[in-house]
């Protein structure tokens, strides 16, 4: 961007959301540019630059959102999103420049509905504070991903359409989000209807989440909440090969039990978890997490899947419990992966009559794909649906090339590897990762002809593409003023 407009945007924005909220030090500018996908942390580890906002502005109130959008939709200038930087697909990266609008001092609590067990708040609001406020009323907001204590907001987990730990018995995201206000091109504040159970017409509520920032900023959402469980339950099951495991499963989730919690871990996975968390027992292992507020529900609940389990051995309580406690431990500083190893996180759902087919495709593609470079595959089934269940897989290369250009053309060939094979064998892109930079070119393949119709809802919507460009493979904005 030329220094003059640069210097005027800088000065309307100022304007906008007060000077000592905008800023275009290179080293602030950077850090909202930087998210947890490979692709950051490896420019970050080799000290090559980042893609990043000219321009980074903190706004507080939905009417600052509104300017912000305005004075950008004014310039033609593109308008990035950040939420906690938790991300893992390059959603936050500044590929055109333009304007950083970090959401988090968005994060007022506006409203507690105990009646009707609703939560009202700023997009840009910490998981894990508002949890603290919710636990003395013995409420949650049953949302614990993995970046839960890693500084994720509400509003980035409904746009990637993020998933918790417990999303088995209370949802994704999407799934509890009950209204949302967001700020759309050229400025203009939109507020979904009340409630998302109604028969008005299509939804636009779902049409905002999962969006990734492309069609307009999410600033207020209105969340469903439960009670906080009095109690849990644990049990643990080791089966011969993942087959067996996945055949549990599906009977537990097609008999309508729905645990909290169940991951079952293929023999590699389990390894690297023991690493980490010492659950007592190797091979493929399933655990499950049962919660209420009754035990006598939780003790049929207990019976009902230990029927469905007589194919493996019962391990009992202890390796279940061990994971719970230990369960943001992969993602702690030295357990989650980082350069210099390659890897990716390819997850995906299908449903249960494809998950064995899909599961050894993948781990043939990645393992005998690219045996010359001593690629491995772990995978463990995480997020469990009515009718089928998730894969959270990865890729690993311990020694990548040292070339930059060649370790990324070789991380961008798995990924193609991992995504081809998974819409070969009854999979999808992924299931809580979101889109972002990383996977926008699969976008068209997966959906064909349907892509022209998102296409269509993004030119509506944003007719000069500056809502987060380059994400959610929506192409590039119209020219700039600069």
């Not at 017409?201 to 492309?214: A, I, K, R």
């Not at 996180?345 to 993948?362: G, S």
């Not at 809580?432 to 959906?447: A, I, W």
């Amino acid at each position: 961007m030329r220094p003059y407009i640069l210097g005027q945007l800088t000065r309307d924005l100022a304007a906008a959301v007060g000077s000592e909220h905008v800023s275009s030090d290179p080293r602030v500018v950077t850090e909202q540019a930087t998210d947890w996908s490979w692709m950051s942390q490896y420019l970050s580890y080799r000290d090559l630059p980042l893609p990043t906002a000219d321009v980074a502005v903190w706004p507080t109130t939905t009417e600052e959102v509104e300017s912000v959008v305005r004075i950008a939709s004014e310039y033609r200038v593109p308008v990035i999103p950040r939420g906690g930087g938790s991300g893992t697909q390059g959603g936050t990266f500044a590929l055109y420049g333009g304007i950083a609008v970090d959401m988090t001092r968005m994060n007022r609590i506006i409203d507690i509905d105990e009646t009707s067990l609703v939560a009202t708040v700023q997009a840009g609001v910490d998981g894990a504070v508002l949890e603290k406020e919710l636990n003395p009323l013995r409420l949650t907001l049953a949302h614990y991903p993995g970046s839960h204590h890693l500084g994720a907001t509400i509003g980035g987990s409904l746009a990637a359409r993020g998933s918790g730990v417990v999303s088995t018995k209370y949802g994704k995201a999407e799934d509890m989000v009950l209204q949302a206000e967001a700020v759309v091109p050229p400025g203009r504040r939109v507020r979904t209807l009340p409630i998302p159970s109604h028969a008005a017409g299509p939804d636009l509520l779902q049409t905002l989440v999962g969006s990734e920032g492309t069609l307009g900023l999410i600033t207020e959402v209105a969340v469903r909440l439960d009670p906080l469980p009095k109690g849990r339950r644990f049990l643990s099951y080791r089966f011969d090969d993942v087959e067996d495991g996945l055949e549990a499963a599906r009977r537990i989730m097609t008999k309508r039990v729905v645990p909290a919690a169940m991951r079952l871990y293929d023999e590699a996975d389990s390894a690297k978890l023991t690493e980490m968390i010492d659950v007592g027992t190797d091979g493929v292992l399933l655990v499950i997490v049962l919660d209420g507020t009754d035990d006598t529900m939780m003790a049929v609940e207990h019976e009902a899947i230990a029927a469905e389990c007589t194919n493996g051995s019962d391990l009992g309580r202890g390796p279940a419990e061990s994971w719970w406690d230990g369960k943001y431990e992969p993602y702690r500083d030295g357990n989650a992966p980082a350069p210099p190893l390659l890897f990716g996180t390819t997850d995906t759902c299908a449903r249960f009559v494809d998950l064995p087919r899909l599961y050894h495709a993948k781990k043939a593609a990645i393992e005998e794909g690219f045996a010359e470079y001593g690629a491995r595959y772990t995978a463990h089934f995480s997020h469990w649906y009515p009718w089928g269940g998730m894969i959270y897989d990865r890729f690993y290369v311990d020694n990548p090339p040292e070339d930059p250009d060649e370790a990324l053309a070789l991380h961008d060939r798995l990924w193609d590897a991992a995504v081809h094979t998974s819409l070969a064998n009854g999979g999808i892109i992924n299931d809580h990762h979101g889109v972002g930079l990383k996977l926008g070119r699969f976008m068209r393949p997966q959906h064909g002809e349907a892509f022209e119709l998102m296409l269509a809802i993004k030119h509506a919507w944003d007719p000069d593409g500056i809502m987060n460009p380059g994400k959610l493979g929506f192409g590039a904005p119209r020219a700039a003023a600069g």
